[in-house]
T-cell receptor, first 114, second 111 residues
Framework: KAGVTQTPRYLIKTRGQQVTLSCSPISGHRSVSWYQQTPGQGLQFLFEYFSETQRNKGNFPGRFSGRQFSNSRSEMNVSTLELGDSALYLC?????????????FGPGTRLTVT | AQSVAQPEDQVNVAEGNPLTVKCTYS??????LFWYVQYPNRGLQFLLK??????LVKGSYGFEAEFNKSQTSFHLKKPSALVSDSALYFC?????????FGTGTRLKVLA
């Protein structure tokens, strides 16, 4: 079974630009979550999607948005990039609400904002 | 509110010695607890979980974890550490439509 894939793996953007990251979950998984990982803040929850509906959202500004498509693939968008948005963005999928409950993570997208 | 705490930023252990990475949790109701490992420039990998049943759960790569309800702890253990176990370890608890992760503990196994 193929794992979670994320594209692109690396991105360099300039302040003020916007960026779109993509995530393809494990086949059959309908729950997709996004996280931001930085050395100082650890792993911060961004949002969770299930069947094209956002069910939960972390404490991030409205510049961070996402969506999920009917095939469960998900995208997240960050508009008006700031230097502090530089981070590793991780996508995870799970079989929620069914067991097993663990999440499976993609390799991440490393975003650098200059 | 649900939360997990990993009190140690870093744990150093000699190769061949037992290791413990600590995690405590705060949840209402029965906790669903997880351990993940992250190697450099990689995503997180699932190690093991506690949902219900035996308090000692076994997972990948020889790791195990002990669920202790009275101490609200879920410590990760391994009887004999390997240099290749050096990585960043995260404890997590399942919430409503989200997972809450600890701040991570860097494990360094010294040869």
């Amino acid at each position: 079974k193929a794992g979670v894939t994320q594209t692109p793996r690396y991105l360099i953007k300039t302040r003020g630009q916007q960026v779109t990251l993509s995530c393809s979950p494990i086949s059959g998984h309908r729950s997709v979550s996004w996280y931001q990982q930085t050395p100082g803040q650890g792993l911060q929850f961004l949002f969770e999607y299930f069947s094209e509906t956002q069910r939960n959202k972390g404490n991030f500004p409205g510049r961070f948005s996402g969506r999920q498509f009917s095939n469960s693939r998900s995208e997240m968008n960050v508009s008006t990039l700031e230097l502090g948005d530089s981070a590793l963005y991780l996508c995870a999928s799970s079989s929620l609400p069914a067991e097993p409950y663990e999440q499976y993570f993609g390799p991440g997208t490393r975003l650098t904002v200059t | 509110a649900q939360s997990v705490a990993q009190p140690e930023d870093q744990v150093n252990v000699a190769e061949g010695n037992p290791l413990t990475v600590k995690c405590t949790y705060s949840v209402s109701g029965n906790p669903y607890l997880f351990w993940y490992v992250q190697y450099p420039n990689r995503g997180l990998q699932f190690l093991l979980k506690y949902i219900t049943g035996d308090n000692l759960v076994k997972g990948s790569y020889g790791f195990e974890a002990e669920f202790n309800k009275s101490q609200t702890s879920f410590h990760l253990k391994k009887p004999s550490a390997l240099v290749s176990d050096s990585a960043l370890y995260f404890c997590a608890v399942k919430g409503t439509y989200k997972y809450i992760f600890g701040t991570g503990t860097r494990l360094k196994v010294l040869a």
